[in-house]
């Protein structure tokens, strides 16, 4: 498929400073193995926050100028390969963040998640806030045409959450998850679908505790008071808040279990002897999705209709809007926010 036009809009990390900017770019040709997607619909991250704020994690891992956005669905209109592929023009697919390299060890044992080598999507090269966008092959997924196309750009976080929760193994179990943004918010429904006894949540902003059940969680609260809520068989750690970490500690029953999932901003201690030892409590941690597990447990959620990320859109915005959208992400008063070139 030819495209007639050269240049494409674009969300762009031009310098090593706090902002973007929106300019014309050329729009890229795929490399071998790679495709070319216009994209339909992207989504805002909380990295996308730190990218945008230049946070020193920000400094350390993008090499202005850049495209950023990670999180997208695309019809693709080219495919630079030699290699048999499922991929056709015309899919709708999107993009697994984690690009693996497929010569590590962790490649070898098939935790391509978690590759020596990894890079990231629209953090260690060109992403997806902008019209076009390139994709390696082998991380490109095809989406399942049942599933709401909008619904299928926040499937990036949405599989975090389903990582996080299988590996609790929560059915009949009593469930709490530490911090409602967009991925805590997509556990409490996994949790649901995946047959949890109760789910509760525990967040600062009603914004999100309303939002919370709106989507179907039993409970939530900003305090959680220990005679009013008692204990539970799961905590899910999304907040990545030293207080949050430390009142999951606190709230999981004696050998219960953790997940950590949230990245903390500074140094965490915890007294070991007490929740590790004594209490015997076992901490897992999460870093993206199965490569490709995840995703088809994910879209078996979505095409089920257990879970309908539609609900956690509160916001949409045409990519020439990037400034108004991260001010909405940035107050906190959202879930999912969602934009189209
Ligand atoms: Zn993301
Ligand atoms: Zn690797």
């Not at 706090?18 to 990295?47: A, M, N, R, W, Y």
């Not at 996994?190 to 949540?201: I, S, W």
């Not at 901003?265 to 897992?284: A, H, Q, R, T, V």
């Amino acid at each position: 498929m030819s495209i007639k036009q050269t240049k494409m809009r674009a969300v762009l990390k031009e310098k090593a400073a706090p902002g973007v900017s929106f300019k014309q770019v050329p729009i890229p040709k795929p490399q071998k193995d790679e495709v070319l997607v216009k994209v339909v619909h992207s989504s805002i991250c909380g990295t996308d926050i730190s990218i945008y704020d230049w946070t020193p994690w920000a400094a350390g891992h993008i090499k202005p100028p850049q495209i950023i956005g990670h999180e997208m669905v695309g019809k693709v209109v080219e495919i630079n390969t030699k290699s048999k592929t499922n991929i056709k023009i015309g899919d709708l697919v999107s993009s697994e963040t984690h690009i693996f390299c497929l010569n590590c060890y962790q490649c070898e044992i098939k935790n391509y998640h978690i590759c020596e080598n990894m890079k990231l999507f629209g953090i260690g090269r060109n992403g997806a806030f902008a019209e076009y966008a390139t994709i390696p092959l082998r991380t490109t997924w095809k989406n399942d045409p049942k599933i709401p196309v909008e619904a299928m750009s926040v499937q990036e976080p949405l599989g975090n959450a389903v990582n996080v929760v299988t590996k609790a193994n929560v059915k009949g179990k009593k469930v709490l998850i530490m911090g409602l943004g967009p991925t805590g918010l997509c556990a409490g429904m996994v949790a649901k679908a995946y047959g949890a006894k109760e789910v509760v949540g525990v967040n600062r902003r009603e914004f999100r505790r309303k939002l919370a059940m709106k989507i179907g969680f039993d409970r939530v609260t900003d305090k959680l008071d220990k005679k009013e809520y008692g204990t539970f068989d799961v905590v899910l750690e999304m907040s990545g808040n030293r207080l949050g970490i430390q009142i999951g500690l606190d709230a999981a029953r004696i050998a219960g279990k953790i997940i950590a999932f949230g990245i903390p901003k500074e140094n965490i201690n915890i007294d070991w002897g007490k929740y590790m030892i004594n209490k015997e409590l076992s901490i897992e941690s999460v870093f993206g999705r199965m490569i490709w597990e995840t995703w088809k447990d994910t879209t078996k959620l979505l095409v089920s209709g257990k879970v309908d990320l539609r609900k956690i859109i509160t916001h949409r915005f045409k990519l020439s809007e990037f400034e108004k959208a991260m001010k909405v992400m940035k107050s906190g008063e959202c879930g999912k926010v969602v934009l189209t070139p």
